[in-house]
C-alpha cells in the first residue's frame, strides 16, 4: 500500500502560482509514476501531468504546458507541481496519484493506471 497526502492549494488569483505538494509513504519502492489530475465541479476527473519514477520522464496536459511542472524530491518521496500563470479553468480539486502497476502501458494519462490516490486539495483561480 501506498498513502498519499497533498497540500498546497489556495485561493490565488489569475495571473498568480501555486505549488501543489504530494508526500508518499508506505510501499513507494514499487511505484512506476506519479501524477496529478484535477477535477472541476461538473466534469469528469482528467489528467494534468505525470512523472516516471524511473529516469524521470515527464508528461503533461496540453492546457498546462509551459505554465505547470512536474518535479520529485526522492529523499523525501514528494511529488510537487508548480503551477505558474494560473487561469480561472485551472479552478478544480487536485489529487496526486501513484501507480505501481504498468495495466496500461505508458498510458500515464489514464486514470485507471493508478491505483493509489489522495484526498485533494482544492485551488481556486479568481478572475
Known amino acids: 500500500q501506498v498513502q498519499l497526502v497533498e497540500s498546497g492549494g489556495g485561493l490565488v488569483q489569475a495571473g498568480g502560482s501555486l505549488r501543489l505538494s504530494c508526500a508518499a509513504s508506505g510501499r513507494t519502492g514499487f511505484m512506476y509514476a506519479m501524477g496529478w489530475f484535477r477535477q472541476a465541479p461538473r466534469k469528469e476527473r482528467e489528467f494534468v501531468a505525470a512523472l516516471l519514477w524511473n529516469g524521470g520522464a515527464t508528461y503533461y496536459v496540453d492546457s498546462v504546458k509551459g505554465r505547470f511542472t512536474i518535479s520529485r524530491d526522492n529523499a523525501k518521496n514528494t511529488v510537487y507541481l508548480q503551477m505558474n500563470s494560473l487561469k480561472p479553468d485551472d479552478t478544480a480539486v487536485y489529487y496526486c496519484?501513484?501507480?505501481?502497476?504498468?495495466?496500461?502501458?505508458?498510458?500515464?494519462?489514464?486514470?485507471?493506471?493508478?491505483?493509489?490516490w489522495g484526498q485533494g486539495t482544492q485551488v481556486t483561480v479568481s478572475s
Open positions: 496519484a501513484a501507480a505501481d502497476t504498468t495495466s496500461y502501458g505508458s498510458r500515464w494519462y489514464e486514470r485507471a493506471q493508478y491505483n493509489f
